[in-house]
């Protein structure tokens, strides 16, 4: 379990001269930096990036007045004491390291770099005795929520190797990087980190505690902050939401995410279909989200399996290869696989590797 922190956070508006002088002194150096770090994220690197981060992170966190900004807010809807939050603030630490990481994410790579790195032997394998360990969890979860064990596993597989890695940077450094030193998400992670901090209040855990992703991502299932507050549950009874080392309420917290993102039982998720003519490209250009029902799809060049409901909409993906390219009819659950990582990549790994888990549980 994690460390339990008591926090004692009450309202204060004690918001001393000196942050007010700090505020205006700052601001317009702010805002400069601001463009000239959007400016660099547009243009440059991810090495060259990081390089820069770390010169415009020179200067401590809570020289920064858009953090006290946010304290304020903190202090005004959340009733945290202010004095507590610049003491906590203190303590965290702006990493370039982590800018330079989400300026190049795996989801950039071509399908044919990305699919090998989740579907190898040894996530397939573990994928399986994941699930034989869990057998009972995952066939209550799929009682209770509709999801399919495999799809569970997969999504712990590929999200931490079934809780082998959940991360090593402090969630409180991470969320503060991208929050306050990294504008294309600012507002994103902002959102973020208010939902962190009202996240270990409720859940009494020390805020500079918990570590995860490079992005603020948590637990064997990696949820952001918002995700656990929403999706999060006790799925063993015990009192607690524990996502860092309880995987009975990763899986259960897992399979309400899909619920709750409208996962529809018994529905297929992807076909691979052919193409010809160049219309179809049509359809790849509407994007993941399905809209058009499968019988428009012929008219298109695209072959529609006879299994298929015709009335059912869907996309048209294609995926790159080092060869011809794959297309891949996706189905409304393959939608909902996106809400968990907003890529088709990512989806489609899980889908794929999802099967190959299950073929080798059901023949070991």
Same mark, same amino acid.
Do not use: C
């Given at each position: 379990?994690?460390?339990?922190?008591?926090?004692?956070?009450?309202?204060?508006?004690?918001?001393?001269?000196?942050?007010?002088?700090?505020?205006?002194e700052?601001? @317009?150096l702010t805002?400069?930096?601001?463009?000239?770090?959007?400016?660099?994220?547009?243009?440059?690197p991810?090495?060259v990036? %990081?390089s820069?981060s770390g010169? &415009?992170?020179?200067? +401590?966190?809570?020289?920064?007045p /858009?953090l006290?900004?946010?304290i304020?807010?903190?202090? /005004?809807?959340?009733?945290?004491?202010?004095? @507590?939050?610049?003491?906590?603030?203190?303590?965290a630490?702006?990493?370039?390291?982590?800018?330079a990481?989400?300026?190049?994410?795996?989801?950039?790579?071509?399908?044919?770099?990305?699919?090998p790195?989740?579907?190898? =032997?040894? @996530?397939?394998?573990?994928?399986?005795? *994941?699930?034989?360990?869990? %057998?009972?969890?995952l066939?209550?979860?799929e009682?209770?929520?509709?999801?399919?064990?495999?799809?569970?596993?997969a999504?712990?597989?590929?999200?931490?190797?079934?809780?082998g890695?959940?991360?090593?940077?402090?969630?409180?450094?991470?969320?503060?990087t991208?929050a306050?030193?990294? !504008?294309?998400?600012?507002?994103?992670?902002?959102s973020?980190?208010e939902?962190?901090?009202?996240?270990?209040r409720e859940?009494q855990?020390d805020p500079?505690? &918990?570590?995860?992703?490079?992005?603020?991502?948590?637990?064997?299932?990696?949820?952001?902050?918002?995700?656990?507050?929403?999706?999060?549950?006790d *799925?063993?009874?015990?009192?607690?939401?524990?996502?860092?080392d309880? !995987?009975v309420?990763?899986?259960?917290?897992?399979?309400?995410?899909?619920?709750?993102?409208?996962?529809?039982p018994?529905e297929?998720?992807?076909?691979?279909?052919?193409?010809?003519?160049n219309?179809y490209? =049509?359809l790849?250009?509407?994007g993941?989200?399905?809209? &058009?029902? &499968?019988?428009?799809?012929?008219?298109?060049?695209v072959?529609?399996?006879?299994?298929?409901? =015709?009335?059912q909409?869907?996309?048209?993906? =294609?995926?790159?290869?080092?060869?011809?390219? +794959?297309?891949?009819?996706?189905?409304?659950?393959?939608?909902?696989?996106?809400?968990?990582?907003?890529?088709p990549?990512?989806?489609?790994?899980?889908?794929?590797l999802?099967? +190959?888990?299950?073929?080798?549980? +059901?023949?070991?």
């Amino acid at each position: 379990m994690q460390q339990v922190y008591r926090p004692s956070f009450y309202h204060d508006k004690d918001i001393t001269d000196s942050f007010i002088g700090i505020i205006h002194e700052t601001y @317009r150096l702010t805002i400069m930096k601001k463009r000239f770090f959007h400016l660099l994220t547009t243009l440059l690197p991810a090495t060259v990036l %990081a390089s820069a981060s770390g010169s &415009l992170m020179a200067k +401590e966190l809570t020289d920064n007045p /858009e953090l006290h900004t946010f304290i304020n807010k903190m202090v /005004e809807q959340h009733q945290f004491n202010s004095k @507590r939050l610049v003491r906590l603030f203190k303590q965290a630490k702006l990493q370039p390291d982590i800018v330079a990481a989400i300026s190049k994410p795996a989801e950039g790579k071509p399908w044919y770099q990305y699919r090998p790195i989740f579907l190898t =032997e040894k @996530r397939i394998k573990g994928g399986a005795s *994941f699930w034989d360990e869990h %057998a009972e969890t995952l066939a209550r979860a799929e009682q209770e929520y509709g999801v399919p064990a495999e799809i569970i596993v997969a999504i712990i597989g590929v999200e931490t190797r079934y809780g082998g890695y959940t991360g090593k940077h402090r969630v409180i450094d991470s969320l503060a990087t991208l929050a306050f030193d990294y !504008p294309p998400r600012s507002k994103f992670f902002t959102s973020e980190l208010e939902q962190y901090l009202l996240m270990t209040r409720e859940e009494q855990i020390d805020p500079l505690s &918990l570590k995860g992703s490079y992005a603020g991502a948590m637990g064997i299932p990696q949820f952001i902050s918002s995700s656990y507050r929403n999706y999060a549950v006790d *799925f063993d009874h015990d009192g607690h939401r524990n996502l860092w080392d309880n !995987p009975v309420d990763a899986i259960g917290s897992v399979a309400n995410y899909f619920k709750q993102h409208g996962w529809k039982p018994g529905e297929p998720i992807a076909v691979q279909t052919h193409v010809s003519g160049n219309k179809y490209r =049509e359809l790849v250009k509407k994007g993941m989200k399905p809209q &058009l029902p &499968l019988a428009e799809f012929s008219g298109f060049g695209v072959q529609v399996p006879e299994q298929l409901d =015709e009335n059912q909409p869907a996309a048209l993906l =294609e995926f790159e290869t080092e060869g011809i390219p +794959e297309f891949w009819l996706g189905l409304h659950n393959f939608y909902v696989i996106t809400r968990y990582n907003h890529s088709p990549l990512y989806a489609m790994a899980v889908y794929q590797l999802s099967n +190959e888990i299950r073929k080798q549980w +059901e023949h070991k």
